[in-house]
């Protein structure tokens, strides 16, 4: 059985290199520690990325389960300006057919 810390690293960093694939500079968060419980960007975000025209992009990553969307919503009206995006990446594992596996990506 594998982790749950491990598998959100994994898909953290799937995340991360399909960004920097599409031309992204990135930062992703490092993994939280006994002394360091909290230490998601913003306490909202995984990963961020920014591109040469100065588009900034703010990612969540999770797994099998949308979040609830409401915090971020509010991170973007109030703190972003209109070229920056706020994502999140949900990637399916399995689903009911048993053959669809890969990213959903939510644009808030």
């Not at 953290?12 to 992703?28: D, F, P, Q, S």
């Not at 961020?48 to 969307?69: A, C, E, H, M, S």
């Not at 009206?77 to 994502?87: A, E, F, G, R």
Request: aromatic fraction near 14%.
């Amino acid at each position: 059985m594998v982790s749950s810390r491990a598998k959100g690293n994994r898909y953290e960093r799937l995340a991360e290199n399909e960004l920097i694939r599409h031309g992204w500079i990135t930062y992703r968060v490092k993994g939280s520690t006994k002394f360091n419980k909290n230490v998601d960007i913003f306490g909202l975000f995984d990963i961020i990325g920014k591109n040469f025209d100065g588009t900034t992009i703010y990612v969540q990553v999770k797994t099998n389960r949308k979040p609830v969307l409401l915090l971020y919503q509010a991170f973007k009206w109030v703190l972003c300006n209109k070229h920056d995006k706020v994502q999140v990446w949900i990637y399916y594992e399995r689903g009911k057919s048993k053959k669809w596996k890969g990213w959903r990506k939510i644009k808030i």
